[in-house]
T-cell receptor
Framework: SQKIEQNSEALNIQEGKTATLTCNYT??????LQWYRQDPGRGPVFLLL?????KEKRKERLKVTFDTTLKQSLFHITASQPADSATYLC??????????FGSGTQLTVLP | SQTIHQWPATLVQPVGSPLSLECTVE??????LYWYRQAAGRGLQLLFY??????ISSEVPQNLSASRPQDRQFILSSKKLLLSDSGFYLC???????????FGPGTRLTVT
């Protein structure tokens, strides 16, 4: 069956450092992969989409890579700030644009 | 611009009582609509999705049901709630040429 794993349930880093979050998947051949941010008590917010033919995508301090051979995506936040503290979710598509989400990685940026 | 509404924001219901959660989307037409549930400290579980009026697909067997009576209205229901139905219920929409989903503010349901 299809499976998505986001390792490190929780990640603590120092302000100013680069945070790197991992999303691994099995039994998928996704055309794209998405990353979302979720704050406590709120719905997820879309951040980035990367397609299978894109190796890397950037948006401000965010960078996503997508390796379809390794079946892995890496999500980087450079120059991290305490305001970046949140849970980050990766998501893969199904047949009708529904998404399957990973369980998320809770990031805490320490001042 | 598009907005998505959910109500109520919080709900406390006894076991065995009925449930109706409503979600509406403004500013778009013919959206794909989704219901998710998130248990405390867990990931999102897709419950239902709809690609059009009256078209509902269920992802997991459960005592919940969904309906889409209008293009931009999505309702989640139960005839008799179970303790295990407690959680954070999120509605989302997607549409057009984009693949990302936009989530509502959610309903926190506690079944006692």
């Amino acid at each position: 069956s299809q499976k998505i794993e986001q390792n490190s349930e929780a990640l603590n880093i120092q302000e100013g450092k680069t945070a790197t979050l991992t999303c691994n998947y099995t039994n998928y051949s996704p055309a794209y992969l998405q990353w979302y941010r979720q704050d406590p008590g709120r719905g997820p917010v879309f951040l980035l989409l990367i397609r299978e033919n894109e190796k890397e995508k950037r948006k401000e301090r965010l960078k996503v890579t997508f390796d379809t051979t390794l079946k892995q995506s890496l999500f980087h936040i450079t120059a991290s700030q305490p305001a970046d503290s949140a849970t980050y979710l990766c998501a893969l598509p199904g047949s009708a644009r529904q998404l399957t989400f990973g369980s998320g990685t809770q990031l805490t940026v320490l001042p | 611009s598009q907005t998505i509404h959910q109500w109520p924001a919080t709900l406390v219901q006894p076991v065995g009582s009925p449930l109706s959660l409503e979600c509406t989307v403004e500013g778009t037409s013919n959206p794909n609509l989704y219901w998710y549930r998130q248990a405390a400290g867990r990931g999102l579980q897709l419950l239902f999705y709809s690609v059009g009026i009256g078209q509902i697909s269920s992802e997991v067997p459960q005592n919940l049901s969904a309906s889409r009576p209008q293009d931009r209205q999505f309702i989640l229901s139960s005839k008799k709630l179970l303790l295990s139905d407690s959680g954070f219920y999120l509605c989302a929409w997607s549409g057009g040429a984009s693949y990302e989903q936009y989530f509502g503010p959610g309903t926190r349901l506690t079944v006692t």
